[in-house]
């Protein structure tokens, strides 16, 4: 259990692999194209652009949050119930 991240971070890292799967996928289609035909060379660059905008604010924002940890976990942690509070200190100590 990772208690203190946020839920959405794992969706975030999806949809971070599911855009480097399809700028792979579409640079194997690039590169092999006849070599008078660039038009694949430089959608490919654009995805790649695109790609290093969404990790670079995925990655902002996941450091923001770790910046805000322990605030964060006190929040979380009073959301939770005593139960899942008694089971979580169980498995640390």
Request: proline residues 2%; glycine residues 8%; positive net charge.
């Amino acid at each position: 259990m990772d208690f203190p991240r946020l839920r959405c971070h794992g969706a975030v890292g999806l949809v971070l692999g599911v855009f480097f799967l399809v700028t792979w996928a579409f640079s194997v289609g690039a590169v092999i194209q006849k070599n008078h035909i660039t038009g694949g060379l430089v959608l490919l660059n654009w995805l790649l652009i695109a790609d290093m905008a969404y990790l670079t604010v995925a990655g902002t924002v996941i450091w923001f949050f770790t910046l805000r940890l322990r605030d964060n976990f006190r929040t979380i942690w009073s959301e939770q119930t005593p139960s899942t509070r008694i089971a979580i200190q169980d498995m640390v100590g």
